[in-house]
């Protein structure tokens, strides 16, 4: 990983030792890393980033939007705060968007994509932009 894609707090994974940790500072070549009883400093090249999956977004509480979400089959949608924005996961793809849900000019919900994402960092930095206060734990 680079350290332009990183934030305090992001979690990434170091698999080289299994370790899952969470960026607590940054020096121009490392970043140091920490969570309950493990610390450790390394390399950005040896940080690799978390895949988004469905269960860390139950396990913290985001859950499954099921009104409204008839857009694609083999869709799912999880609602983040209490507006109409969500992510999309597109299961036989893989694939996870940031979207808007709105009512159209027809009356229907229509959704518009922000951007597409794939890793735990990503939603952590769309939350903390977004003003949802939400810490993820893995």
């Known amino acids: 990983m680079r350290a332009t894609e990183l934030m305090l707090g992001d979690w990434v994974n170091v698999a ?29 090249e040896r940080l690799e980033p978390i895949p988004l999956t469905a269960d860390i977004l139950t396990k913290n509480g985001i859950a499954e939007r099921t009104e409204n979400t008839t857009f694609r089959d083999n869709t799912r949608y999880y609602q983040l705060g209490d507006g109409d924005l969500c992510l999309e996961h597109w299961v036989s793809r893989n694939e996870w968007s940031l979207i808007v849900l709105y009512e159209g000019y027809t009356g229907a919900i229509e959704s518009y994509t922000l951007r597409a994402l794939k890793y735990v960092h990503e939603l952590q930095h769309i939350l903390r932009a977004c003003g949802i206060n939400k810490d993820i734990e893995l």
Do not use: L
């Not at 960026?23 to 969570?35: E, K, R, V, Y």
């Open 16 to 44: 080289e030792f299994g370790i899952i940790d969470q960026i607590m500072t940054f020096t121009p070549d490392t970043a140091i890393t920490g969570h309950g009883d493990t610390c450790g400093e390394y390399e950005y």
